[in-house]
């Protein structure tokens, strides 16, 4: 995904590694449903639209162009954190990446200027969540809301 005008309507960034060997998902939409987003975000936000792939849960929620996404992955093996910052580094060469504290095992920001944030977090070794808040303002201001969402999220896997 690169940062862009219309930033809601990128498919938020995934690490390569996550892909390959998942357990079944956990539903997105059942681990931040939609009074989470109102309730993170302050206003008014569309229902989610769940997708469902190899074993990986996306939730999205949408109101003119910006989006709130939840993903969810059950990893089957450790994940290499160092790599995949650097394969979403790469990805998105403007972003900026920032540790998250209190998060998880292991957690942290990946900032995309004129497009808002997206927040990863390694919860043990198996569960991978990732909120990402695009197009409702620059990281700074939306931090607090992909925060507070993960938060409501890791209490519920």
Request: include cysteine.
């Amino acid at each position: 995904m690169a940062a862009s005008s219309t930033p809601a309507a990128s498919k938020p960034a995934s690490p390569s590694a996550v892909a390959s060997g998942l357990h079944a998902p956990v539903s997105a939409c059942a681990v931040v449903t939609k009074a989470d987003v109102v309730q993170a975000m302050g206003f008014a936000i569309g229902n989610g639209e769940e997708q469902a792939e190899d074993a990986t849960s996306t939730c999205s929620y949408a109101k003119h162009q910006g989006m709130v996404s939840v993903m969810v992955q059950r990893l089957q093996k450790k994940m290499n954190i160092e790599a995949e910052v650097a394969a979403l580094r790469t990805s998105i060469p403007d972003s900026a990446v920032r540790e998250a504290t209190g998060l998880g095992k292991r957690a942290f920001f990946l900032d995309i200027p004129g497009a808002g944030t997206q927040l990863y977090v390694i919860k043990g070794d198996s569960d991978f969540l990732m909120v990402s808040v695009l197009g409702f303002g620059e990281a700074a201001r939306v931090s607090p809301a992909a925060e507070a969402l993960a938060r409501k999220a890791l209490g519920r896997l």
